[in-house]
């Protein structure tokens, strides 16, 4: 079991930033990569950026060169940078793990960019 909380979520103004950051726990060792995935209001989720194991990154077109994906390894955590933030960018952001084909989910958190 692995275990993932997200925190640093909330409400910013266009052109802001936040960075939001992911704890995982339990069994970690067999995590393969790790993605922060969002779902907008009213939409499907999707997938925003990955971290793997071996440090290789990857974002969605519509955060690539914005969007940082990072990751602590001594305390277990991943981090997402957000910065120049759009309303569009308005959505429940979920860390979730791949661990060798299972995949776990914290339960989110809310980022809202509005004037």
């Known amino acids: 079991q692995v275990q993932l909380v997200e925190s640093g979520g909330g409400w910013v103004q266009p052109g802001g930033s936040l960075r939001l950051s992911c704890a995982s726990s339990g069994s970690i060792f067999s995590i393969t990569a790790l993605d922060w995935f969002r779902q907008a209001p009213g939409k499907g989720r999707e997938l925003v950026a990955r971290?793997?194991?071996?440090?290789?990154?990857n974002y969605a077109g519509s955060v690539m060169g914005r969007f940082t994906i990072s990751r602590d390894s001594a305390n277990n955590t991943v981090y997402l940078q957000l910065p120049s933030l759009k309303p569009e960018d308005t959505a429940v952001y979920y860390c979730s793990a791949d661990d060798s084909g299972i995949r776990y989910w914290g339960k989110g958190t809310l980022v809202t960019v509005s004037s």
């Open positions: 971290i793997t194991s071996g440090g290789q990154t």
